[in-house]
Nanobody, 128 residues
Framework: QVQLVESGGGLVQAGGSLRLSCVAS????????????MGWFRQAPGKEREFVTA????????NYADSVKGRFTISRDNAKNTVYLQMNSLKPEDTALYYC?????????????????WGQGTQVTVSS
């Protein structure tokens, strides 16, 4: 089993920045963190969970939702079993609970059902 723990959320003014972290532990089907694709999703109150970004197992491939392109950057440090989400130029509409997710196939995916493991989420609130 893979456990994911997010951190770094908080309250920030519009235009500000935050960096989220997600630390993974455990393994699944013989696969360690470095073999997993990782993603970030978010869910605002009353809305569906939506894809934000994802990174392949080695970090070479990434995918971003149109709403965050140019503002958010995903990265990973396999030596630390950690994936990061750097969020710049934050907007009030970025307010949501942000979830880290992992999938045993090392390629990126943009749909929630593609991910087998999920963290508990970290709240990001952007004030106007």
């Amino acid at each position: 089993q893979v456990q994911l723990v997010e951190s770094g959320g908080g309250l920030v003014q519009a235009g500000g920045s935050l960096r989220l972290s997600c630390v993974a532990s455990g393994r699944t089907s013989g696969r360690t963190f470095s073999m997993l694709a990782m993603g970030w999703f978010r869910q605002a109150p009353g809305k569906e969970r939506e894809f934000v970004t994802a990174v392949s197992w080695g970090g070479a491939n990434t995918n971003y939702a149109d709403s965050v392109k140019g503002r958010f950057t995903i990265s990973r440090d396999n030596a630390k079993n950690t994936v990061y989400l750097q969020m710049n130029s934050l907007k009030p509409e970025d307010t949501a609970l942000y979830y880290c997710a992992a999938r045993t196939t090392g390629r990126v995916a943009t749909t929630a059902p593609s991910y087998e493991y999920w963290g508990q989420g970290t709240q990001v609130t952007v004030s106007s």
